[in-house]
Structures are given as C-alpha cells and as structure tokens.
C-alpha cells in the first residue's frame, strides 16, 4: 500500500464550479501538509502549506486536514480555465530532514 | 533570480551510457533533492542532501549515485543507463528549517534506448 494516495481524475468541470481534490494517507507520523500544482511541462509549485487539521483559505483555495481520519483536501472556488493543471499532494514528518511523499497527482481541466 | 536551473532539458541515451544531470540553486539553500516522475507514479524521491557534503537514498535510489561538494551544485549521476530510467527527472531546494516549501526546476526528460 502507498504512504499517499491521490484519485488520478482525469477531472473535468465547467468554469465557476467548485473542485474538490483528495488524497488519503497511512503514516500517522505525517505533520506537513501541501498541495503542488504543476501545469504541462513545467516543474511543480508550491500552491498551500499547512501544518495542522482544520482549514487554512488562500484567495480561491481553501486547504482542509483531516489528522484523525487521515484524509486532506483541496478546494477551489470560482474555478478559471487558468485553474487547469495537475494537483499533487504532499507530506512530510516533523523532522526537517525527512523525506516529503508525494501523491500521484489529480488532472484537472476547467471547461470555459 | 534563476531559481533552480537544470541541464539538459532533453536526453537520448542509450542502454548502459552514462551521464550526469546538472542541477545548481542560487537561493543558498541548504535542502536538494532529485526526484523522478512518471505517469500514475507521481514524484518519487530519489537522493537529497541537507548540506554540502552530506546525501542520502530516498525511496528510489538504485542506478543513481549523487555528491553535494558545493551549496549550490547537486549532480545526480547515470552509471549505466537502463530503460527503466526512461523518465522525467526534476530537482528541487528549499531551505533547510523549510522543506516543505520546495523550489523545483523545470526537469529533464530522459528516454533510454
């Protein structure tokens, strides 16, 4: 079994829906929670970090844990065609010189 | 500002070369690494460093050899090319007390012969 998994999509929705990508996890030792985004032949960036459960907004973005049933979230509202990428999730235990896990990534397309 | 530069952006290589894939920050981070993607596998950690002189495996690290000699220079070396290397390779930085916050590159796509 994976440390991480992450549903592949592919994901497709209508401009001004709101996503919602997830990604499951087992190591209960995972205290770094980030979303990546990474557009077609590009490297990935860095788009929310979060360090706790509960939710944690950015703009449009909205980064949601879940420690106690292993499970994070990302939420985007108003989705734009720009919003059109794949979305990775990633984690990490607390020691800074740790390894950070990542899903399989989520494409998502945004239909105009 | 580069950032993260990586060299060469395409590979050809065939079936037992070898080669070195360049990577070199100019944000004096102490944090490298190298990953490789491939389609429904996500990013997999192959090498990282936390600081000049000092590496360690990820969770791929077979066929792969690194060495951090400078703060900004992270080289991840090819012994001898297999097709399961056929993939795209990305390195990334971040400082140290800040790993979670990577700074990637733009990747090198390799094929193997």
């Known amino acids: 079994q994976k440390e991480v998994e992450q549903d592949p999509g592919p994901l497709s929705v209508p401009e001004g829906a709101i996503v919602s990508l997830n990604c499951t996890y087992s190591?209960?030792?995972?205290?770094?929670f980030m979303w990546y985004r990474q557009y077609s032949r590009k490297g990935p960036e860095l788009l929310m970090y979060t360090y706790s459960s509960g939710n944690k907004e950015d703009g449009r973005f909205t980064a949601q844990v879940d420690k106690s049933s292993k499970y994070i979230s990302l939420f985007i509202r108003d989705s734009q065609p720009s919003d059109s990428a794949t979305y990775l999730c990633a984690m990490k235990e607390y020691s800074s010189a740790s390894k950070i896990i990542f899903g399989s990534g989520t494409r998502l397309s945004i239909r105009p | 500002n580069a950032g993260v530069t990586q060299t060469p952006k395409f590979q050809v290589l065939k079936t037992g070369q070898s080669m070195t894939l360049q990577c070199a920050q100019d944000m004096n981070h102490e944090y490298m690494s190298w990953y490789r993607q491939d389609p429904g596998m996500g990013l997999r950690l192959i090498h990282y460093s936390v600081g000049a002189g000092i590496t360690d495996q990820g969770e791929v690290p077979n066929g792969y050899n690194v060495s951090r000699s400078t703060t900004e220079d992270f080289p991840l070396r090819l012994l001898s090319a297999a097709p399961s290397q056929t993939s795209v390779y990305f390195c990334?930085?971040?400082?140290?007390?800040?790993?979670?916050?990577?700074?990637f590159g733009s990747g090198t796509q390799l094929s193997v012969l």
């Open positions: 990334a930085s971040s400082y140290r007390g800040e790993v979670e916050k990577l700074f």
């Open positions: 190591n209960s030792a995972f205290q770094y």
